[in-house]
């Protein structure tokens, strides 16, 4: 299904292209550096709203006919959020302090027109097994997760043999709830 506007994808991401794509939507990327700076005060949906209502900013003035999407999405354990790591020790200390327990993910997503904006987010529990320090080592060699918050794919290995189970959408884990996405630009009517 294709809507009557162009469709702009702020993302590297591979995972949010795909995922884009699986909606069966004609989209183009367009990627600027952004900073992902943000005030202390937020709360946590609030820290991944104001992120990804920043991105869409930085194309602001570029708009024409197109919608513009963007997002980010944070890994919360309590009221620590885990960023993405820096190196491997990082990454494994990251895994280990979610190991055997549960955190949340959030993705905040935003919708750019020259109209307006629409930001929302959508929130995922996901419960991790006691995980070994040999499978933790054994993923941070073999699947580099630098690139994602959490230091976690869901869709790679750690997920198929380390996440117990999820309450909310898993596409929202993996980087965009896409349920929530189709709904706004239906309802936005683009």
Known sequence: MNFSR???????????????????????????????????????????EYLASHKADAYASELQEEVLITADTIVCLGERILNKPADAAEAFEMLRALSGTS????????????????????????????????????????????????????????????IERIEGSYFNVVGLPVQKLYEQLVRLNF
């Not at 933790?136 to 230091?151: E, L, M, N, V």
């Open 6 to 48: 162009p469709l702009l994808l702020a993302s590297n991401s591979p995972r949010r292209k795909e995922l884009l794509a699986g909606l069966g939507l004609t989209f183009e990327v367009r990627v600027k550096e952004v900073h992902e700076d943000f005030p202390e005060h937020l709360q946590r949906e609030e820290v991944a």
């Open 103 to 162: 955190h949340e993910v959030i993705t905040g997503v935003c919708l750019l027109s020259r109209e307006g904006k629409t930001v929302f987010h959508d929130v995922t529990k996901v419960y991790f097994k006691q995980l070994t320090d040999e499978e933790i080592h054994h993923y941070i060699t073999h699947f580099k997760p630098f690139d994602k918050a959490g230091a976690y794919g869901i869709q790679e290995w750690i997920g198929m043999i380390g």
